[in-house]
């Protein structure tokens, strides 16, 4: 049976995924059936012209409430939340924004039937002793940051109301995204778009991570794909709920800088890892995704070559239009 037309709450609309995944929605269910939400940051023109923006606090339950029920909303992309290396520098407020917020909204999902509600888990869940490569879908998850905690607390809890309350609950455990419209805040994968900004503007970037740290990446393009096919699979083909592994592509920094410098001959890049070092240590390399191929037909389009030819490509036309931060 056909879906009825979803009337959908972004939260976090303001962040790196957060704002093009609205945009992505409205093209596909029309502007005005999307209501991005953001707190403090202002938004994009584009965002705030082509749809309803509606600044909500997820830590106030009564905020979310109001807006759900002011726009009718049915469906819910809770994107907002506190990464990982500002979760270290504020694990307090890490805590009330990642834990606080979702319970918030799942609570108000469950109370205004809500049919469909997303959630981002994050490789934040794996810890020291997981698997370096190819971390299994099930496997030990202890993370050493608070970022980590409350994913994995997150996805305990989207599984819970899952099969407590018969709330559809999705979720995937983004790796780092690439991307060129927004720039992330506050992350430990920071450093792979961080790069591309400097190698245009000063063909010069430190990076605060070793040369050999290898992480699990994903460009933003596949990272939309994959939020909205989970959302818009059928329900029982899935077996998991709040927790699937998707693998993009996995490279070192070292690798990075050297597919930027085919580009860029003059391009250098100098290493000065910093606290974040230990927060990458921490994660796999690289990821199985199986799961997620198996259950709802995932497979990425980008690997690294391909997307920093993109990349490059569409920070240097910013530059040119003197649009880039
Ligand atoms: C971070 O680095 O904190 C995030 C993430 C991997 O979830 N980009």
């Known amino acids: 049976m056909a879906r009825k037309t979803p009337r959908i709450l972004v939260t976090g609309a303001v962040g790196q995924i957060g704002s093009e995944l609205t945009m992505a929605l409205r093209k596909r269910y029309g502007n005005n059936n999307i209501v991005a939400a953001g707190h403090r940051k202002d938004p994009s023109l584009a965002l705030r012209d082509s749809g309803p923006f509606d600044r909500i606090d997820v830590t106030d339950r009564e905020q979310i409430e109001q807006v759900v029920t002011r726009h009718k909303i049915n469906t819910i992309y809770h994107m907002a939340a506190i990464l990982s290396a500002v979760g270290e520098e504020k694990p307090q407020l890490a805590w009330n924004v990642n834990m606080g917020g979702l319970y918030n909204v799942l609570e108000v999902a469950r109370e205004y039937k809500i049919t469909r509600v997303f959630l981002p888990s994050s490789i934040a869940v794996f810890g020291p002793e997981t698997p370096r490569d190819c971390a299994p879908?099930?496997?030990?998850?202890?993370?050493?940051?608070?970022?980590?905690?409350?994913?994995?607390?997150?996805?305990?809890?989207?599984?819970?109301?899952?099969?407590?309350?018969?709330?559809?609950?999705?979720?995937?455990?983004?790796?780092?995204?690439?991307?060129?419209?927004?720039?992330?805040?506050?992350?430990?994968?920071?450093?792979?778009?961080?790069?591309?900004?400097?190698?245009?503007?000063h063909r010069r970037y430190t990076c605060f991570v070793r040369e050999d740290t290898v992480l699990p990446m994903m460009y933003m393009p596949d990272c939309i794909k994959a939020t909205i096919d989970l959302m818009e699979s059928d329900l029982y083909c899935l077996k998991h709920h709040c927790n699937f592994n998707v693998a993009g592509m996995s490279f070192s920094a070292g690798e990075l800088a050297a597919e930027i410098k085919k580009h860029l001959p003059e391009f250098i890049c100098d290493y000065r890892p910093d606290f974040r070092q230990e927060i990458a240590d921490s994660w796999p390399k690289s990821l199985d995704d199986r799961p997620a191929r198996e259950e709802w037909g995932w497979k990425p389009s980008y690997d690294l070559a391909s997307m920093a030819t993109d990349m490059l490509k569409c920070l240097h036309a910013r530059y040119e239009k003197g649009t880039l931060p």
């Open 137 to 201: 879908q099930e496997t030990v998850l202890h993370p050493t940051t608070i970022y980590g905690v409350s994913k994995v607390a997150g996805e305990l809890l989207g599984d819970y109301y899952c099969h407590r309350f018969g709330l559809d609950v999705r979720g995937l455990r983004y790796p780092g995204i690439i991307s060129s419209e927004t720039p992330p805040g506050g992350g430990t994968t920071d450093y792979a778009v961080e790069i591309f900004y400097e190698a245009i503007k």
